[in-house]
């Protein structure tokens, strides 16, 4: 969420220490690539990374799933996962 009070390199910590890993930034957006294993079989994973409302405008594009970060201390950005769900 905008605004929440933690460290972007925190979030993607996970995805940025893979030896895989690929930062890509095309004309919109961000996007972390890796390969990693899904049930037996190699797969690509891309990741974008977006705000909430950005994401919002994504809905319309191919996506298999979203990772939504929020800080419970923020109320804000709490109840938009309330909200969600």
Do not use: W
């Not at 919109?28 to 890796?34: A, C, E, G």
């Amino acid at each position: 969420m905008c605004a929440d009070p933690y460290s972007l390199e925190l979030v993607l910590q996970p995805f940025l220490a893979m030896q895989t890993c690929h930062v890509v930034t095309n004309d919109r957006y961000h996007v972390i690539q890796f390969d990693t294993f899904i049930a037996d079989t190699k797969k690509k994973v891309e990741v974008i990374l977006a705000s909430y409302h950005e994401a919002l405008l994504l809905r319309e594009e191919f996506c298999h799933g979203y990772i939504m970060v929020y800080s419970a201390k923020r109320k804000a950005s709490y109840s938009v996962i309330e909200s969600v769900y």
